[in-house]
């Protein structure tokens, strides 16, 4: 008893500061995501995942660095998950190779779990705005992340490559649109 009074307390404590870090809408996303699978959300914070919220408050990002890394300097993978998925699920998918090779990961969630697609998806200009305030955020050179898409994110990530040489800061190196 003492053990899983323990445990719910741990949980709620580091889940709690989870939440002190989100606004808004953002909030709804991560409970949505949280509800949708906690052992992922679990699964980012064990690993030493930060969870921010994106500057309009309407959504979050999973950002994680290995140990020790400076993030400016440090090869990063920004990724887009599926549809039915969520950021911790492509965070969970990449975290092992990612430890591997010493690469960051940013997993952007872009979708806002409404019934009725396409209108709960972020247009293309905010997601990458999101992005690009994340990656200006940790100070992060031009050609240097790999941009990664799974299935919608995949086809997302078309109109992230546009909007990034339109804008200039040119972050991506290489694109991964896996469908």
Same mark, same amino acid.
């Given at each position: 008893?003492?053990?899983?009074?323990?445990?719910?307390?741990?949980?709620?404590?580091?889940?709690?500061?989870?939440?002190?870090?989100?606004?808004?809408?953002?909030?709804?996303?991560?409970?949505?995501?949280?509800?949708?699978?906690?052992?992922?959300?679990?699964?980012?914070?064990?690993?030493?995942?930060?969870?921010?919220?994106?500057?309009?408050?309407?959504?979050?990002?999973?950002?994680?660095?290995?140990?020790?890394?400076?993030?400016?300097?440090?090869?990063?993978?920004?990724?887009?998950?599926?549809?039915?998925?969520?950021?911790?699920?492509?965070?969970?998918?990449?975290?092992?190779?990612?430890?591997?090779?010493?690469?960051?990961?940013?997993?952007?969630?872009?979708?806002?779990?409404?019934?009725?697609?396409? @209108?709960?998806?972020?247009?293309?200009?905010?997601?990458?705005?999101?992005?690009?305030?994340?990656?200006?955020?940790?100070?992060?050179?031009?050609?240097?992340?790999?941009?990664?898409?799974?299935?919608?994110?995949?086809?997302?990530? @078309?109109?992230?490559?546009?909007?990034?040489?339109?804008?200039?800061?040119?972050?991506?190196?290489?694109?991964?649109?896996?469908?």
């Amino acid at each position: 008893m003492k053990k899983t009074l323990f445990f719910i307390c741990t949980a709620l404590i580091i889940s709690s500061s989870v939440f002190a870090q989100l606004s808004g809408q953002a909030q709804v996303l991560y409970d949505s995501a949280y509800a949708q699978d906690p052992s992922l959300v679990n699964f980012a914070i064990t690993n030493g995942a930060q969870i921010f919220t994106t500057p309009d408050s309407n959504s979050f990002y999973v950002q994680w660095f290995p140990t020790g890394a400076t993030p400016s300097t440090t090869p990063l993978i920004v990724t887009l998950h599926g549809s039915d998925c969520n950021a911790f699920m492509e965070f969970k998918s990449w975290y092992p190779r990612a430890q591997i090779h010493g690469c960051g990961i940013i997993a952007l969630q872009w979708n806002r779990y409404n019934p009725n697609p396409p @209108y709960d998806y972020f247009p293309d200009d905010t997601l990458y705005s999101y992005l690009d305030s994340a990656l200006t955020k940790i100070n992060y050179p031009s050609n240097k992340a790999l941009l990664h898409g799974f299935s919608r994110g995949s086809a997302r990530s @078309y109109a992230l490559i546009f909007n990034d040489i339109k804008s200039g800061n040119n972050f991506f190196c290489n694109t991964i649109s896996n469908s």
